[in-house]
């Protein structure tokens, strides 16, 4: 199977690269400074372009079995509106439905879309003022995937670190369940991978924490 992994240069993109190569997987990976990737392998194939064009992304997706976003953006970004997360999963959609392409497995975070309703109120303030332009965005992107028609899993992690790949956390896909927790980008990233096969989480959302 050959994965695209949208947003691979660096954080849980690079590390969903790393962990789907040494599953077995042929990876494309797609990412602006895709060239600074420093991972060398037969499997992987680095693609420099922007998610936000579609022309990158329509000849990044071709002979392409799954689709993993894990875009994110910078903490200047935090200060000023962020859009690349619902603009990018609008260019994604239309590609995939245009190359009838169905599976997608997007990173979000915990307080994005129904999970904010899960913050507590001690975390609520702190985290509308630091991240609530992204996580506002990040919602819209859920929305978005949630209407897409796709085979879509949506995966909301907690606090992230960057701790070694345990493959110790919790998969809480029920609502009642949802909380903040910490979690490592590597675990993340291990569950991100499994989602290539995996077809439990499919039209779920789960929350990833320790």
């Given at each position: ?5 949208i ?5 849980i ?5 790393r962990?789907?190569l040494e ?6 990976a ?21 998610a ?6 329509a000849?990044?997706?071709?002979g392409?079995?799954?689709?993993i ?5 910078g903490l200047?970004d ?6 690349l ?9 239309a ?7 169905k ?5 979000t975070g915990?307080?994005?879309g ?18 609530g332009?992204?996580?506002?965005d ?9 209407q897409s ?7 909301r ?19 009642s369940?949802?909380r ?5 980008r590597a675990?993340v990233?291990e569950?991100?991978?499994?989602q ?8 779920k ?5 320790r």
């Amino acid at each position: 199977m050959r994965v695209l992994v949208i947003g691979a240069s660096k954080g849980i993109g690079l590390e969903t690269v790393r962990q789907a190569l040494e599953a077995g997987y042929s990876v494309r990976a797609l990412a602006r400074s895709a060239n600074s990737i420093e991972l060398t392998d037969s499997r992987l194939e680095k693609i420099q372009g922007d998610a936000l064009n579609a022309q990158d992304v329509a000849a990044a997706l071709i002979g392409v079995d799954v689709v993993i976003m894990t875009l994110g953006v910078g903490l200047a970004d935090l200060l000023r509106p962020v859009h690349l997360f619902s603009e990018a999963t609008r260019v994604v959609i239309a590609v995939m439905k245009a190359q009838c392409l169905k599976r997608l497995v997007c990173l979000t975070g915990f307080g994005a879309g129904e999970s904010k309703a899960s913050i507590s109120c001690l975390q609520r303030l702190p985290f509308e003022m630091v991240f609530g332009r992204a996580y506002a965005d990040k919602s819209v992107q859920e929305s978005l995937i949630l209407q897409s028609g796709l085979d879509w899993t949506i995966v909301r992690p907690g606090v992230l670190t960057s701790g070694s790949r345990s493959g110790r956390y919790k998969v809480l896909a029920d609502a009642s369940q949802w909380r903040n927790g910490i979690i490592s980008r590597a675990d993340v990233a291990e569950f991100l991978v499994r989602q290539v096969e995996d077809v439990s989480y499919i039209h779920k959302a789960p929350v990833l924490v320790r």
